[in-house]
């Protein structure tokens, strides 16, 4: 195998464990959360993007790293993770705009990150010397894809006014039941 398969072949198989933890797991507990606290942990996943910065560093990659790739990728990245800090001080002061920052970071941070994608393959940057790098790219961007995925269903699913998910079964009973009342 080349490096170029190795690479496609942990990217596509890591992308697919991170969806399926979000399915089995992640996406059944958020469901039961108000948005604001079902958006919490995966914001902070996204926190530590600032270790996109290393492209930049010569010594922890390759200092051969394409620019068209790793300049848009560190400072997307670095944007990213500002944008998750804010979007989490935000929704924890229950600031009424912090759903605004929430959806700013998240389309940011999913452009960023499909932008990356793009640049790196017309670079051909698995083949680059990536040192540590290359962990960055096949574990934990298919994370990061996968958590924007399950961000943008928490900012779309329809919430209970009394702030249960009506469309989470278990749930359903609980409200059935306060409504009455």
């Not at 926190?47 to 996109?52: L, T, V």
């Amino acid at each position: 195998m080349n490096t170029t398969l190795f690479f496609v072949v942990q990217v596509a198989l890591n992308a697919l464990v991170f969806v399926l933890i979000a399915l089995w797991y992640v996406a059944p507990r958020l469901a039961r959360l108000p948005r604001a606290r079902a958006l919490a942990p995966l914001l902070f996943l996204s926190a530590f993007r600032s270790e996109g910065t290393v492209f930049l560093i010569s010594g922890v990659v390759g200092s051969r790293l394409p620019e068209q790739f790793a300049t848009p990728a560190a400072y997307g990245d670095l944007l990213a993770a500002v944008l998750a800090v804010a979007a989490l001080l935000l929704l924890r002061a229950r600031w009424r705009g912090a759903l605004v920052f929430v959806w700013l970071f998240n389309i940011e941070g999913t452009f960023d990150l499909l932008n990356a994608i793009f640049q790196g393959v017309r670079a051909n940057v698995p083949v680059q010397p990536l040192g540590p790098g290359w962990f960055i790219l096949t574990l934990y961007v298919p994370a990061l894809l996968v958590a924007h995925l399950v961000i943008f269903w928490v900012l779309l699913r329809r919430e209970h006014p009394l702030g249960v998910n009506a469309t989470s079964p278990d749930k359903l009973e609980t409200l059935v039941t306060i409504e009455s009342r």
